[in-house]
């Protein structure tokens, strides 16, 4: 019997921290203490990666530092709206290259991944918005955050208290639920590729 969590529907048994999850907008504003961000990152370095390399690295901002007008600047506009309210900014970047033999390391994307969802679920295990968008300047980024060439910048997320969906613009309070997801046997394909 399918079940319903989150009003997604789960067409086979499996952990309701999945559905759960979701990408919010609402924040309230509120400040975290860095102990509880810091939480989010020790979750997200215990992910797995190919030689236990650990391509991932964090770069952040909370509000009310000297670096949020920096971070917060990368914005695109559209998320400006809605990323006033977070309580911190983090850009995802991944190491191209291995550190132990200099090889390009073809999983450095994918585990960089890995952590972000570790980071993703541990903050949705506490309650707390965490939103990754790719709605931001990627090049000014690399050059305003002295970010190396041997790094890629993989993405930006915002981090929060949940806030009142009232403080959202029409548009955004629209989108304001959790989304639905392809079926199980449209990303799970026995054998070769079919479309």
Not at 101 to 125: P, R, V
Request: proline share 5%; glycine share 6%; with cysteine.
């Amino acid at each position: 019997m399918k079940k319903k969590i989150n009003g997604r529907e789960l067409e086979f048994d499996a952990d309701p921290i999945f559905p759960n999850r979701w990408s919010p907008r609402a924040m309230s504003g509120e400040k975290i203490p860095k102990e509880e961000l810091m939480s989010l990152f020790e979750a997200a370095r215990w992910a797995p990666s190919s030689f236990n390399e650990q391509p991932w690295r964090f770069l952040y901002a909370m509000k009310g530092t000297a670096e949020w007008d920096l971070f917060f600047g990368l914005l695109f506009d559209a998320n400006k709206e809605w990323c006033e309210n977070a309580a911190a900014l983090t850009v995802i970047i991944s190491k191209r290259h291995f550190e132990l033999n200099g090889k390009i390391n073809h999983t450095h994307s994918f585990d960089t991944g890995a952590a972000w969802e570790n980071l993703a679920l541990q903050g949705s295990m506490k309650c707390l918005v965490v939103h990754g968008m790719a709605g931001f300047d990627y090049d000014g980024a690399k050059e305003a955050l002295d970010i190396p060439d041997d790094f890629d910048i993989e993405v930006m997320a915002a981090i929060g208290k949940p806030g009142d969906i009232e403080m959202l613009s029409q548009n955004l309070r629209e989108r304001e639920l959790p989304s639905d997801r392809k079926k199980a046997e449209e990303i799970a394909i026995e054998g070769k590729y079919k479309k």
